[in-house]
Nanobody
Framework: QVQLVESGGGWVQAGGSLRLSCAAS????????MGWYRQSPGKQRELVATLTHYADSVKGRFTISIDNAKNSVYLQMNSLKPEDTAVYYC?????????WGQGTQVTVSS
């Protein structure tokens, strides 16, 4: 069974930091492209970061990292802004197949 388990979301004030974690099981982590996406209510899900790309809106503030031994991917989020408020999802992508985590809520207050 393939499962991505996320944690680390929360409610923070603008300027604060959070670190999101996503642990993958049931797949060989190293064979998948890992990324973070986010979605606000009523909006499309958007790409936040992969190992090779950051959205312009988060570049310089967010950092993605991977621990291959733990099949885990992390998103360090610094200098958070209210517009970062969203449900954040990790994803494992291999060709046309994509596995999604359940999402973790990040709320940034002004």
């Amino acid at each position: 069974q393939v499962q991505l388990v996320e944690s680390g979301g929360g409610w923070v004030q603008a300027g604060g930091s959070l670190r999101l974690s996503c642990a993958a099981s049931g797949i060989r982590f190293s064979t998948y492209a890992m990324g973070w996406y986010r979605q606000s209510p009523g909006k499309q899900r958007e790409l936040v970061a992969t190992l090779t790309h950051y959205a312009d809106s988060v570049k310089g503030r967010f950092t993605i990292s991977i621990d291959n031994a733990k099949n885990s991917v992390y998103l360090q989020m610094n200098s958070l802004k209210p517009e970062d408020t969203a449900v954040y999802y990790c994803a494992a992508i291999q060709g046309a197949r994509t596995y999604w985590g359940q999402g973790t809520q990040v709320t940034v207050s002004s």
